[in-house]
Nanobody, 121 residues
């Protein structure tokens, strides 16, 4: 089992940047693919980005491609999401997840509590 704790959310103006971090407990972090999801009020949780166990493969939702970058540091048990050129429509609670490599909720078994990202226009 793995426990996940996100940090780095906040309020930023449109065009700004934030970097989210997700720290994982346990010694098996490198055995999980990791993902970032987000959920806006009244909407379903949606895939943002994923990264394979070694970091060799990454994937992105079309809405964030070219603006967001996912990375991981297996020595630090941490996955990151660098978010640039933020837009008001990026406003959501962002969740970190651990599981198998995929772009939808069922691929992931463990979830963090979420961190709020608010982008003002």
């Amino acid at each position: 089992q793995v426990q996940l704790v996100e940090s780095g959310g906040g309020l930023v103006q449109a065009g700004g940047s934030l970097r989210l971090s997700c720290a994982a407990s346990g010694r098996t972090f490198s055995s999980y693919s990791m993902g970032w999801f987000r959920q806006a009020p009244g909407k379903e949780r949606e895939f943002v980005s994923g990264i394979s166990r070694s970091g060799a493969r990454t994937s992105y939702a079309d809405s964030v491609k070219g603006r967001f970058t996912i990375s991981r540091d297996n020595a630090k048990n941490t996955v990151y999401l660098q978010m640039n050129s933020l837009k008001p429509e990026d406003t959501a609670v962002y969740y970190c997840a651990a599981g198998t490599y995929g772009n939808s909720v069922p691929y992931y078994d463990y979830w963090g509590q979420g961190t709020q990202v608010t982008v003002s226009s």
